[in-house]
Nanobody, 121 residues
Framework: QVQLVESGGGLVQPGGSLRLSCAAS????????MGWFRQAPGKGREFVAAIRWSGGSSHYIDSVKGRFTISRDNAKNTVYLQMNSLKPEDTAVYYC??????????????WGQGTQVTVSS
């Protein structure tokens, strides 16, 4: 099992930026892909972005391409989500997740507790 702790959420005005962090501990060697998901009020959980620990290739949903950047620091076992040009529709609880599989969207078996991101003027 991998333990994940997110941080960096908060309240930001439209057009602003936030950087989320996800610190991993435990069986970190078992995860191949790290992902960020979000859940807005009254909606289901949505995939946002993911990155492979080995190689660093990444994948995004269309609505965040060009605005969000996912990265990782292997030495710190930490994954980041830099969010720029934030919009009110980005408001959600953001979750970090770890997968031992090879696909972008499935096989996530470890989850963080979530961090709230609110975009509002």
């Amino acid at each position: 099992q991998v333990q994940l702790v997110e941080s960096g959420g908060g309240l930001v005005q439209p057009g602003g930026s936030l950087r989320l962090s996800c610190a991993a501990s435990g069986r970190t060697f078992s995860r191949n892909v790290m992902g960020w998901f979000r859940q807005a009020p009254g909606k289901g959980r949505e995939f946002v972005a993911a990155i492979r620990w080995s190689g660093g290739s990444s994948h995004y949903i269309d609505s965040v391409k060009g605005r969000f950047t996912i990265s990782r620091d292997n030495a710190k076992n930490t994954v980041y989500l830099q969010m720029n040009s934030l919009k009110p529709e980005d408001t959600a609880v953001y979750y970090c997740a770890a997968s031992s599989g090879s696909t972008w969207y499935g096989e996530y078996d470890s989850w963080g507790q979530g961090t709230q991101v609110t975009v509002s003027s």
